[in-house]
């Protein structure tokens, strides 16, 4: 028994000795922090800004004559005749739902574009990561967002991975 029980504590110790070890391979990454310092970020959101800047105009001023159109209506609907007034009220609901199959098409196609930029800053990212890792040495790579707790033994590489970024 006593033997069984030497053994069950040796193999412990080996364990938690092991886990020692490990937990000096592991680093952290605040992947907000790098997302939000990359330069790459501004550029892309200014090159979205552009590349949508026409259409948004357009939908503005699509937006804004109807609401100039239904204003005109509410003023003179009390001395329009009622065909005029019904013809006038279905001109705006017909141009309302032009605009709004638009405004649809324009924020899935913007949505669209930022992730797909967004996807390629992440890979971006991922591949800094890896290189930090390899080059620090480190087994594994955590989001510190997601981590619950980490000692102060678990490496924060942010700082690396930013400038590996940049």
């Keep these: 028994m006593k ?3 030497c053994a069950a504590a040796l193999g412990l110790a080996f364990a938690a000795s092991a886990g020692v070890q490990a937990a000096e391979k592991i680093a952290v990454v605040n992947l907000g922090q790098v997302f939000q310092q990359s330069p790459q970020r501004a550029t892309v959101a200014q090159q979205l800004e ?3 800047k026409g259409r948004a105009s357009d939908l503005q001023a699509q937006q804004n004559k109807i609401q100039g159109e239904i204003q005109d209506l509410q003023r003179n609907a009390s001395t ?4 005029d007034r019904t013809k006038k009220e279905k ?10 199959q638009k405004a649809q098409a324009f924020e899935q196609d913007n949505q669209k574009r930022q992730g797909e930029e967004r996807t390629k800053l992440l890979q971006k990212i991922q591949t800094a990561v890896q290189s ?3 080059s620090g040495g480190y087994d594994l790579v955590l989001d ?3 981590v619950l707790y980490s000692s102060a033994d678990a490496k924060d590489i942010t700082a690396d991975v930013v400038k590996q970024v940049k």
């Design 80 to 83: 329009m005749k009622a065909s």
């Design 132 to 134: 930090v890792a390899k």
């Design 91 to 100: 001109q705006i609901a017909s141009e309302r739902a032009a605009f709004e």
């Design 144 to 146: 510190s967002q997601a």
């Design 3 to 5: 033997k069984l029980f």
């Design 50 to 52: 552009n590349e949508f």
